[in-house]
């Protein structure tokens, strides 16, 4: 039969070339085009990495105003998606909505379809970096039955979406600088991370050379569970479940025994096998805002505190090298800003699509470009003849 190589969940193929994110996991170390990612987090911000990511280098000041003007030109949404948002149910989760909404854009842009062309290829790129916080922003509206908040194009990027969250009508509503930080922090360190799940299935998806908008729902809907981007909600949630700090010894024993499926969420990386060095960045911001906003009040927040230092603290943590990973402390920064936790993982592909979409271009731009087919282990029936009914 054929040769190929057994590798259930990926742990040690490598299933492309990209000159665009490097990691080490041991020595826990990012980058993003040959930038450290704590470099880029504390000098730089959201719009001039993903003009990096997408283009190798980083901006000139002419570039990147540039670049900025046409990514605002693209903030507003084609009137007629409304009737997509509305056709939801007010209790839809937020991710199922921007799958819906987002593969639905494949049929407004039908000129994405050719991708052959790389201009068709940049518009597409810059539509999909623009409109995406603008869905996540009214696919959260809609949930909550507030009306719709049009992107203002004279705020930034985070303030823009931090708006278009949580502006009511009637009402003035000033962005603190402080969150607006803090925001374009959380999208910047989740910008992109080379082969994930999510990375992976759009490259996969677009292997194919189908629609761009259609191939980004796929990444949607994969970053939408619990063990990649559904962690951060999963992370929130356990910590309500918790409750109080007391109880937290009670969780860690749980999350020790074999015989108990539960796990800590917000720990442990695939890849990172010592501190992610975005969770190091995101520590600091969450700090950041917490002294901004308070935890005294908010139980929630005092046991994710506590949680963390009973876990650095447990051997068991150590020896199997589990460390908080990015999405324990932007679930705790989220909360603090006000956001349910069912926005957690929308924010995250908000964060994630220049990631794709920057890999989905690497990739199509590529000549040797291959449809991605896996093969199998089959492990079924061997060869056996067919049965009547009345024989069986
Ligand atoms: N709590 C308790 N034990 C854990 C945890 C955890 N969070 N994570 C891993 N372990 C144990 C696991 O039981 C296993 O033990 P043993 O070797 O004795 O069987 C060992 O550590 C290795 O775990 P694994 O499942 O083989 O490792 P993996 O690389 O397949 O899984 C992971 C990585 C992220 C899915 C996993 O650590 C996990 O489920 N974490 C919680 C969910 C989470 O926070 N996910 C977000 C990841 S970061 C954001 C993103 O990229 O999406």
Known sequence: GDVFTHDPGFTSTSSCESTITFIDGAEGVL????????????????????????????PSAAQLEDFETRVTRHTMLHE????????????????????????????????????????????????????????????????????FVYPRNDLDYASNFLRMCFAVPAEDYEVDPILSRAMDRIFTLHADHEQNASTSTVRLASSSGANPFACIAAGIACLWGPSHGGANQACLEMLREIGTVDRIPEFIARAKDKNDPF????????????FDPRATVMKQSADEVLDLLGVEDNPTLQVA???????????????????????????????????????????????????????????????????GRPRQLYTGESQRDYVDVENR
């Not at 990612?37 to 997408?54: P, R």
């Not at 796990?263 to 990172?272: I, P, T």
């Not at 957690?344 to 690497?362: H, M, N």
């Open 31 to 58: 980058l993003h085009r040959g930038y450290p990612i704590g470099q880029l987090a504390e000098k730089s911000h959201f719009l001039e990495v993903c003009y990096l990511l997408l283009y190798g280098e980083l």
């Open 80 to 147: 007629q998606m409304v009737n997509f948002f509305r056709g939801f149910r007010r209790d839809a989760h937020p991710m199922a909505i921007m799958v819906g909404v987002v593969g639905a854009m494949s049929a407004f842009y039908h000129d994405s379809t050719d991708i052959n062309d790389p201009w068709q290829r940049e518009v597409a790129s810059i539509r999909l970096i623009a409109k995406m916080p603008t869905i996540a922003a009214w696919a959260y509206k809609y949930h909550i039955g507030q009306p």
């Open 263 to 274: 796990r800590l969420m917000g720990f442990g990386h695939r890849v990172y096998k010592n």
């Open 305 to 371: 505190k506590e949680l963390e230092k009973a876990a650095l603290a447990d051997p068991y943590f150590a020896e199997k090298k589990l460390f908080p990973n990015v999405d324990f402390y932007s679930g705790i920064i989220l909360e603090a800003m006000g956001f349910p936790t069912s926005m957690f993982t929308p924010i995250f592909a908000l964060s994630r699509t220049i990631g794709w979409v920057s890999q989905w271009k690497e990739m199509i731009a590529d000549p040797k470009l291959k449809i």
